[in-house]
């Protein structure tokens, strides 16, 4: 199935969700225009369409291969990255001075979705790179930072993120890798990481890897961890490359979905230290990579809206073609997208991808507004929503991909399960989304014990009450289109604040049963506030008098009506479902 290019749904995201016009009028952009914004949006579209799609189904049944210690990408894999990289998409969002394009990240976020929805797995790699050049550019020395983000905004590089090893998975304190001083500046890094994403390829000569790993005297746990960065091939002072440093691939995995991102098992100092150098300060390495994390979870996210988008558009095109069974009236077989069963299925799968879309910008609109807002009160009110929101951008955003693309097998009957026709591939791609940066159990209580009670719980109350604004207003519209929207969204954001005021009070008490309901909690966030997103969307669309405004009030309708329903079970989950966590020990769930 080919792909479109959904520009429009990007362009109505930017312009009426997240206000990019509004922005740009404030002066918060620098000299961005909607000229600029509609160029980006059509060309990244088209690059999209035309050059990644075609990969997405030959880098699924070839995967990477080795080749002595070479890894090797599949047929046509190279030629197209190279195309992306000479045409200047790696720089979009980076900063000028090193090359970049200085455009907002919520521009650079809908290129990503682009080249995501075209193929995930090509898609991850580019999102690495992007998060290693943040890292660099906020904790590096001046020296690595001329040196490397160059390289790295122009795609001349690559660059990965090395926090997992065998033994240390979600807990990072557990990790051993080690870093000695060399008394040059320099450290010698010596361990293994696996599951490491494009830890080895043949796209470019050269890959900076972000690597975490404990110095000599470092003290125990999270405190104890530095950041290096550990090229693969040295670099020497005028930029060009020397010798290969104490680093391979040792494996790739094979692996259930993304099999065109080369997961290796990777393997520093064997031959007596890998020569890596500080990023920011020593033992406060992980919060360095924070910043290339929270960057990375928003991009991971913003993969499950991309696969939801994919694996809509072909379920979508598949109900249209597909005739089977019969309607009242009819003669002969309709389009099974004629059944109300599966006309739902579709709407549902269209709702939650908008739902999620629109938390995944609002997050990198929270963001762009962290550095460009124009005072400090605003610009650290963006960072705090920016940091509520990001657990919920990165777990609701990839459990719906999941869900959606699950869907879109079931639309497709028989043929969803036989892979030809490209269902199954975005249901096994979409499936690492809410395993890797962090699971989404991680997430859920990351939202619950670090973000809830944010500036003693007046961020999510800030956040709460500008919900209740949004429902405010689609409900004083009086647009007989939006139904019972108002009420249904109303209804959720209640039990949102219901369920939000019993996690807070919980956390001062039994942490145990806050934690038990942080997942329905996430899902309840991420149903409401999408909710609620998507109806302000498609009212400030009806009043522009946009042409796709009818349907996006409909879609905003449905979603209230038929899925934010959810929300007061969900609170009740919350609130009322530790208990029975409680009373059931482990040993029992042997019974
Ligand atoms: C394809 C792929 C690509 C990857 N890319 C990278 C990469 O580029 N760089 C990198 O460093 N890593 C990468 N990873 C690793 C990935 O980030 C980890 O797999 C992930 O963080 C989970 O760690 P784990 O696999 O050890 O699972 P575990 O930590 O063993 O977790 C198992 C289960 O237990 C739950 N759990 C664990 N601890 C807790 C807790 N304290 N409270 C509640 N629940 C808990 C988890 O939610 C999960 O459901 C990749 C993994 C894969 C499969």
């Not at 009028?25 to 961005?32: F, I, Q, R, T, V």
């Not at 050059?51 to 047929?75: C, F, K, Q, S, W």
């Not at 309709?334 to 549902?348: F, N, S």
């Not at 026709?421 to 939202?447: C, K, M, S, V, W």
Request: with cysteine; hydrophobic share 45%; charged share 20%.
């Amino acid at each position: 199935m080919t792909f479109t290019a959904h520009v429009d749904d990007l362009r109505h995201t930017l312009n009426h969700v997240v206000g990019l016009p509004q922005q740009i009028e404030a002066g918060l952009l620098g000299d961005l225009d909607a000229d600029l914004v509609d160029a980006v949006l059509e060309e990244a579209g088209r690059f999209a369409t035309e050059v990644i799609a075609p990969l997405n189904r030959v880098g699924d049944i070839e995967g990477t291969r080795r080749d002595g210690d070479a890894v090797i990408m599949p047929t046509g894999w190279k030629e197209a990255y190279r195309q992306w990289a000479e045409a200047g998409w790696g720089g979009l969002p980076c900063p000028p001075e090193f090359g970049g394009q200085g455009l907002p990240m919520q521009i650079g976020l809908a290129a990503q979705e682009l080249w995501n929805s075209a193929s995930m797995a090509f898609g991850i790699g580019t999102v690495l790179t992007h998060g290693a050049v943040e890292a660099i550019r906020a904790h590096g020395t001046r020296q690595l930072q001329d040196l490397y983000l160059p390289k790295l905004i122009s795609g001349e590089w690559t660059g990965t993120m090395n926090l997992t090893e065998p033994h240390a998975g979600s807990d990072l304190a557990a990790l051993r890798a080690r870093a000695e001083p060399r008394g040059d500046g320099t450290y010698a890094i010596t361990g293994t990481k696996i599951f490491i994403t494009y830890g080895d390829h043949d796209f470019t000569d050269n890959i900076a890897h972000l690597v975490l790993a404990r110095l000599p005297d470092a003290p125990p746990g999270t405190r104890g961890i530095s950041l290096f960065l550990v090229p693969k091939v040295l670099v020497n002072d005028d930029g060009s490359l020397g010798a290969a440093n104490d680093v391979k691939c040792a494996g790739v995995e094979h692996k259930l979905g993304i099999h065109a991102s080369p997961t290796c098992v990777m393997a520093f100092g064997e031959n007596g230290g890998a020569t890596g150098w500080l990023i920011g300060e020593e033992n406060r390495g992980l919060a360095c990579m924070f910043t290339m994390m929270n960057s990375a979870r928003l991009h991971v996210g913003m993969q499950g809206v991309a696969i939801a988008e994919r694996a809509w558009q072909q379920a979508r095109a598949y109900a249209h073609e597909r005739r089977q069974g019969r309607r009242p009236g009819t003669e002969g077989m309709v389009a099974i997208i004629e059944h109300p069963d599966v006309k739902r299925t579709l709407m549902t799968m269209k709702a939650l991808t908008a739902a999620a879309r629109a938390i995944c910008f609002s997050t990198a609109r929270a963001i762009d507004l962290s550095h460009l807002a124009g005072d400090e009160a605003e610009r650290q009110a963006n960072k705090a929503l920016a940091d509520l929101l990001t657990p919920v951008a990165k777990a609701f955003s990839t459990d719906v991909g999941v869900e959606v693309a699950s869907l879109g097998v079931q639309v497709h009957g028989g043929m969803g399960f036989i892979e030809e026709t490209g269902a199954a591939q975005h249901f096994r791609d979409a499936r690492i989304a809410p395993i890797y940066e962090g699971t989404n159990g991680i997430q859920a209580i990351d939202l619950v014990t670090r973000k809830l009670p944010m500036e003693g719980g007046a961020v999510v109350e800030r956040f709460v009450s500008a919900l209740r604004d949004d429902v405010g207003r689609v409900m004083a519209s009086n647009d007989p289109g939006f139904g019972q929207a108002g009420y249904r969204l109303s209804a959720a954001v209640d039990a949102l604040e219901e369920a939000t005021d019993w996690l807070q009070r919980e956390l001062g008490g039994d942490q145990d049963r806050a934690l038990g309901g942080a997942t329905p909690y996430l899902r309840l966030f991420g149903l409401t506030a999408g909710g609620v997103a998507v109806a302000r969307g498609a009212l400030a669309a009806t009043k522009a008098g946009d042409g796709s405004a009818l349907a996006r009030v409909n879609l905003a309708r449905f979603l209230a009506e038929n899925l934010a329903t959810e929300a007061p079970a969900l609170a009740a989950t919350v609130t009322g479902g530790a208990g029975a966590l409680a009373d059931m020990p482990a040993e029992q769930l042997a019974l």
